[in-house]
T-cell receptor
Framework: LAKTTQPISMDSYEGQEVNITCSHN???????ITWYQQFPSQGPRFIIQ???TKVTNEVASLFIPADRKSSTLSLPRVSLSDTAVYYC??????????????FGKGTKLSVKP | GAGVSQSPRYKVAKRGQDVALRCDPI?????LFWYQQALGQGPEFLTY????????KSGLPSDRFFAERPEGSVSTLKIQRTQQEDSAVYLC??????????????FGPGTRLLVL
């Protein structure tokens, strides 16, 4: 299981673009990179998933360099409501033997007015 | 449509009491997971059901923890003789198909358990 490293916390201001980088140096060939978001008092929510290059959806973009040893979650023009914890997960089957998600501590993003 | 619901949202128990936490997954979802989340930590896997079959309970911390999903829909996580270290948020998640990288897991809001 690829170990992931991401910043414990980040601060930003409304309207800025936020980039959260996750390091996963020992990512395996079949591993995918998945990001979840968790608001206070809520369960985590799937944001985006990718294997290589760039993936974009209505919420975020995920940039994965050719060596796949890191990935960057990009949130365009954040608002106060983007304040949350963001988790980077790497694995073939989400990491767990039964497809269960294996979370780290995540990155706590605080967006200020 | 309705998402995953959990009840109660908050539970205060005295040490030694038994508690039962309920999860109503999204209708028709085959896979159901329970996670435990301590304060300031990411969720940790407890157990997994595929329909009514409990295929993995390797994350349950002790034999005081028991989970069931008798009809393949609603699930109950039971904790016997609660201890203070059981205080945490218990999250339930479900997915449409067999669990795996292609399946998005949908989480409920969690039950916050406080053992005094």
């Amino acid at each position: 299981l690829a170990k992931t490293t991401q910043p414990i916390s980040m601060d930003s201001y409304e309207g800025q673009e936020v980039n959260i980088t996750c390091s996963h140096n020992n990512i395996a060939t079949n591993d995918y990179i998945t990001w979840y978001q968790q608001f206070p008092s809520q369960g985590p929510r799937f944001i985006i998933q990718g294997y290589k290059t760039k993936v974009t959806n209505e919420v975020a973009s995920l940039f994965i360099p050719a060596d796949r040893k890191s990935s960057t979650l990009s949130l365009p023009r954040v608002s106060l409501s983007d304040t949350a914890v963001y988790y980077c997960l790497v694995g073939t089957n989400y990491g767990g033997s039964q497809g269960n998600l294996i979370f780290g501590k995540g990155t706590k993003l605080s967006v200020k007015p | 449509g309705a998402g995953v619901s959990q009840s109660p949202r908050y539970k205060v128990a005295k040490r030694g009491q038994d508690v039962a936490l309920r999860c109503d997954p999204i209708s028709g979802h085959v896979s159901l997971f329970w996670y435990q989340q301590a304060l300031g930590q990411g969720p940790e896997f407890l157990t997994y059901f595929q329909n009514e079959a409990q295929l993995d309970k390797s994350g349950l911390p002790s034999d005081r923890f028991f989970a069931e999903r008798p009809e393949g829909s609603v699930s109950t996580l039971k904790i016997q003789r609660t201890q203070q270290e059981d205080s945490a948020v218990y999250l339930c998640a479900s997915s449409f198909g067999l669990a795996g990288i292609q399946e998005t897991q949908y989480f409920g809001p969690g039950t916050r358990l406080l053992v005094l």
